[in-house]
């Protein structure tokens, strides 16, 4: 089976830096991926870990720790459009590409 | 421009009826999903196709069931809907793999509300 945990809400403020946790568990990991959903809209790729480490892409970072069964998404410099959802999903070494979603982080950035 | 398209936004049923959800994409990816999304509950798998004609049941896939006759589309059936079948249906697919390509791209969702 598996067990994908994030925070349901998080709030922060315009300009700060903000780190959205997910921790998992799963047989056959094989990846992990951050999506993110605005309201109303599909879910749209932020980044991928399979490795453990950091991986860096502008404003948006996000680390993985295969041991620990535990990643983050670090957003920087925040800005009022950041304001979504954030989706962490693991994938399984089944079939290549199964993912299975978290429930997902509400971010609301404020003034 | 890669796209997943969902035939359609909004959706209104009867209870009892049987319910077609038609997915279509266009980047020869290999993977296809549906998922269904409720408020604090997140993405949840419904069901899941790596080939044509081949599937695999995700965590819900009670009430439900799929086809996939073509590489690009892939149907989502609602045998008899029920008002618990009220939901946004997201459809995916991916590259199928192990790299990074495998990313999945989304259609814009189905809200069907079974009255």
């Known amino acids: 089976g598996q067990n994908i945990d994030q925070p349901t809400e998080m709030t922060a403020t315009e300009g700060a830096i903000v780190q959205i946790n997910c921790t998992y568990q799963t047989s056959g990991f094989n990846g992990l991926f951050w999506y993110q959903q605005h309201a109303g809209e599909a879910p749209t790729f932020l980044s991928y870990n399979v490795l453990d480490g950091l991986e860096e892409k502008g404003r948006f970072s996000s680390f993985l720790s295969r041991s620990k069964g535990y990643s983050y998404l670090l957003l920087k410099e925040l800005q009022m459009k950041d304001s979504a959802s954030y989706l962490c999903a693991v994938r399984r070494n089944n079939q290549g590409g199964k993912l299975i979603f978290g429930q997902g982080t509400e971010l609301s950035v404020k003034p | 421009d890669v796209k997943v398209t969902q035939s359609s936004r909004y959706l209104v049923k009867r209870t009892g009826e049987k319910v077609f959800l038609e997915c279509v994409q266009d980047m020869d990816h290999e993977n296809m999903f549906w998922y269904r999304q409720d408020p604090g509950l997140g993405l949840r798998l419904i069901y899941f196709?790596?080939?044509?004609?081949?599937?695999e049941k995700g965590d819900i896939p009670e009430g439900y069931s799929v086809s996939r006759e073509k590489k690009e589309r892939f149907s989502l059936i609602l045998e008899s809907a029920s008002t618990n079948q009220t939901s946004m249906y997201l459809c995916a697919s991916n590259q199928g793999g192990q790299g990074l390509n495998t990313e999945a791209f989304f259609g814009q969702g189905t809200r069907l509300t079974v009255v």
């Open positions: 196709s790596y080939d044509v004609k081949m599937k």
